[in-house]
């Protein structure tokens, strides 16, 4: 069965902050690592992980995957209240494009 | 693009009574998939269809789940009878094959009472 596990649970800290998210994943036929936020609503997707050691960022957020460590972090400087959320990760497995979702990491950044 | 579009929003029932939850996917995205989400078990796949055809309905807990898709437009999650245990968000959420990354609706928030 695929797993994917992600740490911390929970994290706080405080705007300015530097934060790392970490994922781990097993997954047959793995394809990509995808990043998600959720807010109040649905997931939106962040990034999309599918070679190792190349890094992907959008402004304050960066992602890279480690395929020999089976493992992904998203990295968020600079941090703001805003980022406040929910952040999953999933692996995505195969042809079929099935995802397999981490709890996710809940994180909350204090003014 | 409307994105992905669920139907109720939100729903409260009974125990025992049937719950019938909606979805139409982006129009040209040919997976649909089905997902739960609970504070204690995150978000859990409960079936995806591909081309309408189920593929993979392993996730579905138990005989009362069942769903649909009798066309590319739209889907069905039906569950009979509901249990106050089946309380949770429960997204759809609609991909292209070969474009990966899938786009969620805003879920519908089921109560069962």
């Known amino acids: 069965e695929d797993k994917v596990v992600q740490s911390p649970l929970s994290l706080v800290v405080h705007e300015g902050d530097t934060v790392t998210l970490n994922c781990s994943y097993e997954?047959?036929?793995?394809?990509?690592l995808l990043w998600y936020k959720q807010e109040k609503k649905a997931p939106t997707f962040l990034f999309m992980l599918?070679?190792?050691?190349i890094e992907k960022k959008s402004g304050r957020l960066s992602s890279i995957l480690d395929k020999k460590e089976l493992s992904s972090i998203l990295n968020i400087t600079a941090t703001q209240t805003g980022d406040s959320a929910i952040y999953l990760c999933a692996g995505l497995a195969g042809a079929n494009s099935k995802l397999t979702f981490g709890k996710g990491i809940t994180l909350s950044v204090r003014p | 693009d409307a994105g992905v579009i669920q139907s109720p929003r939100h729903e409260v029932t009974e125990m025992g009574q049937e719950v019938t939850l909606r979805c139409k996917p982006i129009s040209g995205h040919n997976s649909l998939f089905w997902y739960r989400q609970t504070m204690m078990r995150g978000l859990e796949l409960l079936i995806y269809?591909?081309?309408?055809?189920?593929?993979?309905d392993s996730g579905m807990p138990e005989d009362r789940f069942s769903a649909k898709m009798p066309n590319a437009s739209f889907s069905t999650l039906k569950i009979q009878p509901s249990e106050p245990r089946d309380s949770a968000v429960y997204f759809c959420?609609?991909?292209?094959?070969?474009?990966?990354?899938?786009?969620f609706g805003s879920g519908t928030r089921l109560t069962v009472v």
């Open positions: 269809f591909n081309n309408n055809v189920p593929i993979d």
């Open positions: 959420a609609s991909s292209q094959t070969g474009v990966d990354g899938y786009t």
């Open positions: 997954v047959t036929n793995f394809r990509s």
């Open positions: 599918t070679s190792s050691g």
